[in-house]
């Protein structure tokens, strides 16, 4: 499961992040999102009723990879698991969540920051590494410089990526970027404008692949 989630990783190259007030909100930010070329899909655990929508999520976009972020501890991550997610973000490196996720051959993606915690969350077997949050350190700056001597470590900035800096971010090094409010923006949601969701999805994969085709 591991390694076909990371070969989708670097197909797409960016994951939308979805903290939903309601399962049915929920599910249609995630059609929005989907619709604009959004094929991996993380659902926060502080949502409403998350491992509801990452299952009704799972069952209607099969070819989607649907996991789930801010997860904190080892009962959230076993709920997400029993939810059937595909892949876990944590906004921190806990040993016990990694292994966990690791004998249930499930993708783990910690959060750290500083190099020392970069390298201790990759030695004790992280997937790849969350670099969160980006924006306060330097943004893609810190991340090109991380690069030169973490290069075998595949990282995924947050916090500060935008549908401006995302393709940036890729071409400084990063494997993938996680996105939220910049694909999502607070009036969409207020005004449930389905359409300039799907619109910002098509324009974060176009830069993407784009930069992609370019290298």
């Known amino acids: 499961m591991t390694q076909q989630w990371l070969t989708m990783l670097q197909d797409y190259r960016a994951i939308a992040v979805i903290r939903s007030p309601s399962v049915s909100l929920g599910q249609q930010l995630a059609k929005a999102l989907i619709a604009g070329g959004m094929r991996i899909i993380e659902i926060t655990w502080n949502s409403d009723q998350p491992g509801q929508l990452v299952e009704t999520l799972r069952e209607e976009f099969p070819d989607c990879s649907i996991g789930v972020g801010t997860i904190l501890n080892p009962t959230q991550l ?84 935008t549908l401006d800096n995302a393709a940036n971010f890729i071409s400084n090094g990063a494997i993938a970027v996680g996105l939220a409010s910049s694909l999502c923006p607070p009036h969409t949601l207020q005004t449930q404008n389905w359409t300039e969701i799907t619109q910002n999805a098509r324009i974060l994969q176009q830069k993407i692949q784009l930069d992609n085709h370019n290298k």
Not at 114 to 134: D, H, L, N, Q, R
């Open 78 to 161: 076993q709920d997400a698991i029993a939810a059937g997610a595909q892949f876990v973000f944590s906004p921190h490196c806990n040993p016990q969540l990694i292994q966990s996720a690791r004998q249930a051959q499930l993708p783990i993606i910690p959060g750290a920051l500083t190099p020392s915690e970069i390298i201790g969350a990759w030695e004790m077997g992280a997937t790849c590494v969350k670099v969160f949050p980006i924006q306060a350190v330097g943004g893609v700056q810190y991340l090109k410089n991380l690069k030169t001597p973490l290069g075998e470590i595949p990282l995924i900035p947050t916090g500060g990526v």
